[in-house]
Nanobody
Framework: QMQVAESGGGLVQAGGSLRLSCAASGSVVPITLMEWHRQAPGRQRELVASMSGGGMTSYMDSVKGRFTISRNNRKDTVYLQMNTLNPDDTAVYYC?????????????WGQGTQVTVAS
C-alpha cells in the first residue's frame, strides 16, 4: 500500500516563495503520474501541475511561469517550487500519485498541506 505525504506549506508574504515536497513510500509498482492539486475555501479542487512518468509537465494557466514541478532521481518524490506567490494561491495543496499495476491504475492522495499567502 502506497503512502503519500506532503510537506513544506506555511505562511508567506505576497511575492515570496515556498517549496512543497511530496514523498511516495511503500510503492512496489512504477509511478506513472504525480500531480499537485489545490483547494481554496469554498472552491472546487483544481489541478495545479502534473508530471508524467516520462517527465512531461503541464500547469494551470494562472501559475505558469511562477510554479515549477520536478521529481528526484529516484522518482519517488515530487516537488512544487512556487515563486511570486499572491493571495489567490492560498489553499490546501494536495499531492496525487498514480501507481501502475499493469492492468489497472490506483490513485493515492496525501492529507494536504496549507499554503497561506498574506497580502
Amino acid at each position: 500500500q502506497m503512502q503519500v505525504a506532503e510537506s513544506g506549506g506555511g505562511l508567506v508574504q505576497a511575492g515570496g516563495s515556498l517549496r512543497l515536497s511530496c514523498a511516495a513510500s511503500g510503492s512496489v509498482v512504477p509511478i506513472t503520474l504525480m500531480e499537485w492539486h489545490r483547494q481554496a475555501p469554498g472552491r472546487q479542487r483544481e489541478l495545479v501541475a502534473s508530471m508524467s512518468g516520462g517527465g512531461m509537465t503541464s500547469y494551470m494557466d494562472s501559475v505558469k511561469g511562477r510554479f515549477t514541478i520536478s521529481r528526484n532521481n529516484r522518482k519517488d518524490t515530487v516537488y512544487l517550487q512556487m515563486n511570486t506567490l499572491n493571495p489567490d494561491d492560498t489553499a490546501v495543496y494536495y499531492c496525487h500519485v498514480r501507481g501502475d499495476y499493469d492492468t489497472y491504475f490506483l490513485d493515492y492522495w496525501g492529507q494536504g498541506t496549507q499554503v497561506t499567502v498574506a497580502s
